[in-house]
């Protein structure tokens, strides 16, 4: 099946814990991007990554980091150092029309 | 730099009544347009993409939206709302001007809402 898989789903994280989220793609898509989603304020860009082993900051990178050592993975991870993490994060990829397709999302939450 | 505003962050309309989302943008090159739809703890599904060719652009779902460069417009319509069609929106633009993939400016979103 074609698509762009995050996981997990739901995840919840202590105070001063770092966690990472998954994002896998097999649309052989070269840019791939993290947003994060909070109610009103839309999708905000956290980093985003044009090719494999380069990746560039987005509009709230802080507190953030990623990877890209491979074409079909872009991991997320939420360190301690992000003071309010909790939220709902989109994986997503762009093909050569410039058009974004999305994962189902993952929710953190901070317990 | 780009930006979109999306005028009112929510809309609602009964059955069978015309759907309007706004949505109007700012880019110092001719922009690509995108409309999202977004279900509730799901990811966003793209409706419909003006690339400069035809500026009334038909989507899924019997959703359309019209180009108008003279008003830095591109509002998204439907004649006939279901109740299925109750989301979220966003609307997005893409600068082109780099002459490479880039990055989209999401609007706010707009809530829609449908009433029997």
């Known amino acids: 099946d074609g698509g762009i898989t995050q996981s997990p789903k739901y995840l919840f994280r202590k105070e001063g814990q770092n966690v990472t989220l998954s994002c896998e793609q097999n649309?052989?898509?070269?840019?791939m991007y993290w947003y994060r989603q909070d109610p009103g304020q839309g999708l905000r860009l956290i980093y985003y990554?044009?090719?494999?082993?380069?990746?560039q900051k987005g509009d709230i990178a802080e507190g953030y980091s990623v990877s890209r050592e491979k074409k079909e993975s872009f991991p997320l991870t939420v360190t301690s150092a992000q003071k309010n993490p909790t939220a709902f994060y989109l994986c997503a990829t762009q093909d050569k029309g410039n058009t974004i397709y999305f994962g189902e999302g993952s929710w953190l939450t901070v317990v | 730099a780009q930006s979109v505003t999306q005028l009112g962050s929510h809309v609602s309309v009964s059955e069978g009544a015309l759907v309007l989302l706004r949505c109007n943008y700012s880019s110092s090159v001719p922009p690509y347009l995108f409309w999202y739809v977004q279900y509730p703890n799901q990811g966003l599904q793209l409706l419909l993409k003006?690339?400069?060719?035809?500026?009334l652009v038909k989507g899924i779902n019997g959703f359309e939206a019209e180009f108008k460069k003279s008003e830095t417009s591109f509002h998204l319509t439907k004649p006939s709302a279901h109740m299925s069609d109750a989301a979220e929106y966003f609307c997005a633009v893409s600068d082109l001007g780099g002459g490479s993939n880039y990055k989209l400016t999401f609007g706010k979103g707009t809530l829609l809402t449908v009433n029997p």
């Open positions: 649309l052989n898509h070269d840019a």
């Open positions: 003006y690339t400069s060719a035809a500026t």
């Open positions: 990554s044009q090719i494999v082993n380069d990746f």
